[in-house]
């Protein structure tokens, strides 16, 4: 069972940038597709990015388009969010999840292993 951990969330102002980070334990981490998705207060849990494990391809949802990248280091078993130009709607508790196929989904059922979440505020 993967072990999943997030963290760099943070209180920013609008304009501002944050590096999320999701370490995991690496059991499959070089085989499997990783995802980003975030929920906030009386929202149900959205796709934000995800990743593949072959080949690198990438997927984002729209309202991150051109200001989110999704990145992995195989060496760490680590996956990142690198978050620019954050807007007060960003914000949310961000969670990385593993999908044990490597195909990006944006429905978060699709994924296997989930982290607690970090909280990440912006502010107008």
């Known amino acids: 069972q993967e072990h999943l951990v997030e963290s760099g969330g943070g209180l920013v102002q609008a304009g501002g940038s944050l590096r999320l980070t999701c370490t995991t334990s690496g059991r499959a981490f070089s085989s499997y597709t990783m995802g980003w998705f975030r929920q906030a207060p009386g929202k149900d849990r959205e796709f934000v990015a995800a990743i593949t494990a072959i080949g690198g391809v990438t997927d984002y949802a729209d309202s991150v388009k051109g200001r989110f990248t999704a990145d992995r280091d195989y060496a760490k078993n680590t996956l990142y969010l690198i978050m620019n130009n954050l807007k007060p709607d960003d914000t949310a508790v961000y969670y990385c999840?593993?999908?044990?196929?490597?195909?990006?989904?944006?429905?978060?059922?699709?994924?296997?292993?989930w982290g607690q979440g970090t909280q990440v505020t912006v502010s107008s």
């Open positions: 999840a593993e999908r044990q196929v490597n195909t990006i989904v944006f429905n978060p059922a699709a994924y296997d292993y």
